[in-house]
């Protein structure tokens, strides 16, 4: 399985990114993909996870401003980031968990600045 994470940039606070996240190989019918983010300094925090079933949950940071989505054939993920403020500022990376493996993109990165 590989994963190419992609959208990242420069936005001034308030301003809105979508990042992507296109995955290949041997995707199962099950699995849980995954948004997370490392800003300098911190851990790696979960930001925003979807089942093949179409669930979502949000961590409490980014809920109502952030939503993510993936593709009918679930080989795309997808972040859409509104109202973004410079807390937000970090490496963002997409997980893919099936049949107990992890797998990871390579991170792409968000910074919000004026």
């Known amino acids: 399985v590989q994963l190419q994470a992609s959208g990242g940039g420069l936005v001034q606070p308030g301003g809105s990114l979508r990042l992507s996240c296109a995955a290949s190989?041997?995707?199962?019918?099950?699995?849980?993909m995954t948004w997370y983010r490392q800003a300098p300094g911190k851990q790696r925090e979960s930001v925003a996870a979807i089942t093949t079933g179409g669930a979502t949950n949000y961590a409490a940071s980014v809920k109502g401003r952030f939503t993510i989505s993936r593709d009918n054939a679930r080989t795309q993920l997808y972040l859409q980031m509104n109202t973004l403020k410079p807390e937000d500022t970090a490496v963002y990376y997409c997980n893919l968990r099936q049949n107990g493996f992890d797998y990871w993109g390579q991170g792409t990165q968000v910074t919000v600045s004026s």
């Open positions: 190989g041997s995707i199962r019918s099950i699995n849980l």
